[in-house]
C-alpha cells in the first residue's frame, strides 16, 4: 500500500508541470563583480526562470534610457504623473539605474544581470533635479497598476506616504505590489509602517546593514522595514559610462531587487495575488538579526532562489478537488493491475 500511494504522488506530481534544470550561472560579462548574485539565490532562481517580457515592473523615477542596450527592446513608452514633462532619463540617469538593476538581461553575455528579462515601464515622478511630490508619486502608482504592472519600485523618499499607501492598496487591488527604498540616513526613522507599501533596506556582503561609517551613508533602518535586499556595489547599466556599467549603492537598488524578486515570481506563477507573492516574499526571506521581524532587516534579507522554488512548487500543487480527480483516475487502473497478479 506504501508502494502504491508514492506511485500515486509521484504521478500526480509528474502530470503537474515540468522538472527544473537545476541552478544558472549566466555569461554576462560582469555577473562575476555581482557578489549579491549567489546571496540571493539567483542561479536557482534562473534554473526555473529569467524572467517574462509578459511581466511590467514600472519604475517611478526619472525616465529611463530606453537605448540601454541591455534593456533594449523591454522599455515601454514612457508616461508621467500630471504637471510634470516626460523624461527619456538622460537628464537624470537615476532612474535608468533603477530599472537596470531589476531588469538588465539575463545570460545575453553582455554587461551585468538583473533579477529577470522583465518589460520596463518608466513613469516619471520627479523633475531632472530628482525634485518630487507625495501626489507625483502616488499618481504615479496608480498609472502603473492601470497600465498592467505587476510590481511597482520607488527609490524616492518623501516627507507623507498616506498617499502612497493609498495608492498602493488601489494597486494592490489591481493586481501589484509596490515596493519603496528605506533611505540613506545611516540612522533610525521612528515612522510607522504601512499597510501597502514594502518598504526595503539595505544590507551588505557580510549580511549585515549597509553602513560606510559615521557621517557616511547607509541604510535607514526603523519600525516600518518589511524586507531587506544588498544595497552595496550594485552593478549598474548605464549607455553613458565609458563601458556602459558601473556600481552604485543605495536603497535605491536595494528596492529593486525586491520589485524584481515579485516580477519573477510571478514569471513563473502568475496566478498568485499580491498577498500571495508578498508572503512568498517575507516567509522565505532569510531571517537576519533577532528572532523573526525586526526595524533593521524586517522580515529578513531577500532570497529570491527560496521565492522563484516556492512559486514554483505551488504550480504543482493542484486545487482539492483536482486532486481527488486525478487519485481516482489513477487509482483505478492501478487497482486492476493489481488485481491481475497470482
Given at each position: 500500500m506504501r508502494r502504491f500511494?508514492?506511485?500515486?504522488?509521484l504521478a500526480i506530481l509528474a502530470s503537474a508541470g515540468p522538472a527544473l534544470a537545476g541552478p544558472l550561472v549566466p555569461d554576462d560579462q560582469y555577473y562575476p563583480y555581482e557578489w549579491y548574485g549567489s546571496v540571493l539565490g539567483l542561479p536557482e532562481a534562473w534554473g526555473i526562470s529569467l524572467g517574462s517580457s509578459s511581466v511590467t515592473v514600472a519604475v517611478l523615477d526619472t525616465g529611463v534610457i530606453s537605448t540601454t542596450p541591455d534593456l533594449l527592446?523591454?522599455?515601454?513608452?514612457?508616461?508621467?504623473?500630471?504637471?510634470?514633462?516626460?523624461?527619456?532619463?538622460?537628464?537624470?540617469?537615476?532612474?535608468?539605474?533603477?530599472?537596470?538593476?531589476?531588469?538588465?538581461?539575463?545570460?545575453?553575455?553582455?554587461?551585468?544581470?538583473?533579477?529577470?528579462n522583465f518589460s520596463i515601464l518608466p513613469i516619471t515622478v520627479a523633475d531632472a533635479n530628482g525634485a518630487t511630490s507625495p501626489s507625483y508619486i502616488a499618481n504615479g502608482i496608480r498609472m502603473a497598476a492601470n497600465a498592467g504592472a505587476r510590481a511597482i519600485n520607488v527609490s524616492y523618499l518623501t516627507d507623507d506616504y498616506q498617499p502612497l499607501d493609498e495608492a498602493a492598496a488601489y494597486a494592490r487591488s489591481k493586481g501589484?505590489?509596490?515596493?519603496?527604498?528605506?533611505?540613506?540616513?545611516?540612522d533610525?526613522?521612528?515612522m510607522s509602517g504601512y499597510d501597502n507599501l514594502i518598504f526595503v533596506s539595505g544590507t551588505n556582503a557580510k549580511d549585515l546593514?549597509?553602513?560606510?561609517?559615521?557621517g557616511k551613508l547607509g541604510s535607514t533602518w526603523g519600525p516600518f522595514v518589511d524586507l531587506s535586499a544588498p544595497a552595496d556595489d550594485i552593478v549598474v547599466a548605464d549607455?553613458?559610462?565609458?563601458s556602459g556599467y558601473g556600481w552604485g549603492d543605495g536603497t535605491s537598488f536595494a528596492a529593486p531587487l525586491a520589485a524584481g524578486a515579485a516580477a519573477l515570481v510571478w514569471s513563473i506563477n502568475p496566478s498568485l495575488t499580491p498577498d500571495e507573492v508578498q508572503n512568498i516574499l517575507y516567509t522565505t526571506a532569510d531571517d537576519l538579526g533577532p528572532l523573526g521581524w525586526d526595524e533593521v532587516y524586517g522580515w529578513g534579507r531577500l532570497d529570491i532562489g527560496a521565492a522563484a522554488e516556492r512559486a514554483y512548487e505551488m504550480t504543482l500543487t493542484p486545487e482539492p478537488g483536482t486532486l481527488l480527480l486525478l487519485a481516482a483516475g489513477l487509482a483505478a487502473p492501478l487497482a486492476r493491475r493489481l488485481r491481475r497478479r497470482p
Amino acid at each position: 500500500m506504501r508502494r502504491f500511494l508514492t506511485i500515486l504522488v509521484l504521478a500526480i506530481l509528474a502530470s503537474a508541470g515540468p522538472a527544473l534544470a537545476g541552478p544558472l550561472v549566466p555569461d554576462d560579462q560582469y555577473y562575476p563583480y555581482e557578489w549579491y548574485g549567489s546571496v540571493l539565490g539567483l542561479p536557482e532562481a534562473w534554473g526555473i526562470s529569467l524572467g517574462s517580457s509578459s511581466v511590467t515592473v514600472a519604475v517611478l523615477d526619472t525616465g529611463v534610457i530606453s537605448t540601454t542596450p541591455d534593456l533594449l527592446g523591454r522599455v515601454k513608452s514612457p508616461l508621467a504623473a500630471p504637471g510634470l514633462p516626460i523624461l527619456n532619463g538622460m537628464a537624470n540617469r537615476h532612474g535608468t539605474w533603477v530599472a537596470s538593476v531589476a531588469a538588465m538581461r539575463v545570460n545575453n553575455i553582455i554587461g551585468g544581470a538583473g533579477v529577470g528579462n522583465f518589460s520596463i515601464l518608466p513613469i516619471t515622478v520627479a523633475d531632472a533635479n530628482g525634485a518630487t511630490s507625495p501626489s507625483y508619486i502616488a499618481n504615479g502608482i496608480r498609472m502603473a497598476a492601470n497600465a498592467g504592472a505587476r510590481a511597482i519600485n520607488v527609490s524616492y523618499l518623501t516627507d507623507d506616504y498616506q498617499p502612497l499607501d493609498e495608492a498602493a492598496a488601489y494597486a494592490r487591488s489591481k493586481g501589484a505590489l509596490t515596493f519603496v527604498a528605506a533611505g540613506n540616513s545611516n540612522d533610525l526613522n521612528p515612522m510607522s509602517g504601512y499597510d501597502n507599501l514594502i518598504f526595503v533596506s539595505g544590507t551588505n556582503a557580510k549580511d549585515l546593514r549597509w553602513d560606510n561609517g559615521v557621517g557616511k551613508l547607509g541604510s535607514t533602518w526603523g519600525p516600518f522595514v518589511d524586507l531587506s535586499a544588498p544595497a552595496d556595489d550594485i552593478v549598474v547599466a548605464d549607455p553613458t559610462f565609458e563601458s556602459g556599467y558601473g556600481w552604485g549603492d543605495g536603497t535605491s537598488f536595494a528596492a529593486p531587487l525586491a520589485a524584481g524578486a515579485a516580477a519573477l515570481v510571478w514569471s513563473i506563477n502568475p496566478s498568485l495575488t499580491p498577498d500571495e507573492v508578498q508572503n512568498i516574499l517575507y516567509t522565505t526571506a532569510d531571517d537576519l538579526g533577532p528572532l523573526g521581524w525586526d526595524e533593521v532587516y524586517g522580515w529578513g534579507r531577500l532570497d529570491i532562489g527560496a521565492a522563484a522554488e516556492r512559486a514554483y512548487e505551488m504550480t504543482l500543487t493542484p486545487e482539492p478537488g483536482t486532486l481527488l480527480l486525478l487519485a481516482a483516475g489513477l487509482a483505478a487502473p492501478l487497482a486492476r493491475r493489481l488485481r491481475r497478479r497470482p
